[in-house]
């Protein structure tokens, strides 16, 4: 029975392995979430059953249940060189002509191009098949131990799968996040209250290195192994060429970057710089150039390295886009949960698209190091091509600059202390009655996807604040008439108009307020969850942290922040207010079909495109939400549908040649008809 039982486990392991690598590295799912859950949670009973045969490398042991203290340093046993780069197409042409120099014989040279990620580079080790560390780069000689979080990423097998480079050995590759998890990460966290990454570089290397494992195991994290490093009694491995080297590693089960191209001579290689420049934009993740790498390993022992780089390879490093500006002042935002956040406003300039007229400058230290000061002159730059930032200062040694940035230690809307929580990199106001964070949570409360009040927007909201009208949720809804009139520019058919989308909005629904509430960590999504889990305000509140916890896509943070929420009587007493009032504290009559609708979307991945006639994309994702599906914002295999509008653009075509079906907006509308809340 135990013998059996050990059996089943192994077996158990194999099977989900090779079902990690179907989805993660080959794209080719071929389980559904709950055929894999049950599998995964079958495998856990019988580990907890049988401790003693506990495996660090079982599929089990993807999320680090350890929390480090720090990070244990790892000194590389063949030091994590960087690379040269070419800045232009001469530069490039330069770099060839010292290979072919140094190669000496007029033989063509073949060069493999290779993206260049824009991640953290990471080092894999692997001694009998099993991986036994994962460190950062770090400064290339010495990196950190960062192993339980690099085993959370799917695509990292935790065993390989042929034994092709036998005993000890290393591989190395960059660790990133693809732009849509990026922006759903900050959605996430901006929801949340939390301050949002600045880029997809560095949402990565934080979710890399957070002493909580745990949490890096919610963070969508990608791998791309781009090369081979200390390999034990190395005898060239067998490899002649990088692009065996590269096929091998495929062959074992890691993830190699589809985009890899075998060029011969140099004007290939210029040819796939040019087509990049442009490409690079359509891929679903940050690269910042391309690598030129020679082809075969004996070149590679007779071009050598130096101390930095190897002469065998260069980075062609693409151009950002960027524009010279002036920073006319620097100003602090105050957020709904009291971050308070440095911004500069800039003289309106075009960058990439659109004119740009403010940039984020994150926080007091990002300042600090770049010294931007009110009236520099700046370069600005998209980062990721999403948000602007600053990228440095022009010193041109003309006029006097205005005095160095400091950051106010009073609110500047509210005037109490600010105080920056030790360890953070962010300054708060802690005033919870801030006017600043007062309007914020309403303007999230009134907004679209929290409870929809059309005609409350961010003026109207200023001047209820400012008058004393409304402070908590609740004054909303006892507002009349005559206190709309009273404010500036409110004529008495838009108080009229108000009032009624105020009283609309008690009947919003539970997700709805759940999300308006602003909770920490409660996103939208979550909201939808914990409505259609449990159906009333009261059953949450009355739910300890394991119960919360043990919903599907809830976890430890969000459960303890509600227990935490609900643990304060203000809070109850508003909650209590607003029932009163008539807002709905439950999924709402038609919506509580809900958790009895058929769930035809479970488990599937939906894309939009083109303009739905009658849902904003925001209703769209939620119904789908609703009926058990997931929207994502970029095709690929992965992909179930992709839903279409009228204009659907490039989208339409890519669905067809990945075989993904279309589905129109009629044929979606017959399936859910019944899921909007009409
Ligand atoms: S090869 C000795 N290939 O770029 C060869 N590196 O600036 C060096 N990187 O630390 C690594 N994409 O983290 C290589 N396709 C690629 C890469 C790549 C990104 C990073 C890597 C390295 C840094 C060097």
Redesign the pocket.
Known sequence: MVDQDKQIIEQLRDEIRHHDHLYYVEDKPELNDSEYDALMRRLKELEALHPQWAVSDSPSQRVGGMRAEKFAPIVHKTP????D?AFSVEELRDFHNRVVKTLGDDKPIEYIV?????????SLTYENGTLIQGAT?GD?KVGENITANIKTIGSVPLKVRTEDFPGYFEV???VLMNRDGFEALNRMREEAGEAPFANPRNAAAGSLRLLDAGITATRPLEI?I??LGYVAEHKGAGFATHEETLQALKRMGFRV?EH?FLCQGIEEVVAKVEEWQTKKSDLEYD?????V?VNSIASHKKLG?TSK??RW?T?FKFTAEQAETRALEIICQVGRTGAVTPVAILEPVFLSGSTVSRATLHNEDEIRRKDIRAGDRVVIEKAGEIIPKVVRVILNGEGERGPAFQMPTQCPECDSSLVRPEGEVVWRCLNFSCPAQVKERLCHFASRNAMDIDHLGPAIIDQLVETGKARRFSDLYILTREDLISLERMAEKSANNLLASIAKSKQAGLARLLFGLGIRHVGQRAAVVLAQTFQTMERIRQESVEGLESVMEIGPIIARSLRAYFADEANIREIETLSRCGVELSVLQSASTEGALERVLEGKQLVLTGTLKNFTRNEAKEIISALGGRVTSSLSQKTDYLLTGTDPGSKLNKAKELGVKILEEEEFQKWTGQARDE
């Not at 994590?80 to 690379?83: R, T, Y």
């Not at 290779?114 to 990471?122: A, H, I, R, S, T």
């Not at 690269?287 to 690598?291: T, Y």
């Open positions: 994590m060189l960087s690379l780069n290779e993206l260049k990620f824009d991640g953290l580079g990471v780069r290339g190395r590759g960059e791309f781009y090369s970057n890899c690269v910042d150039g391309l690598v790498k390295a780089y190897p390879a980075a």
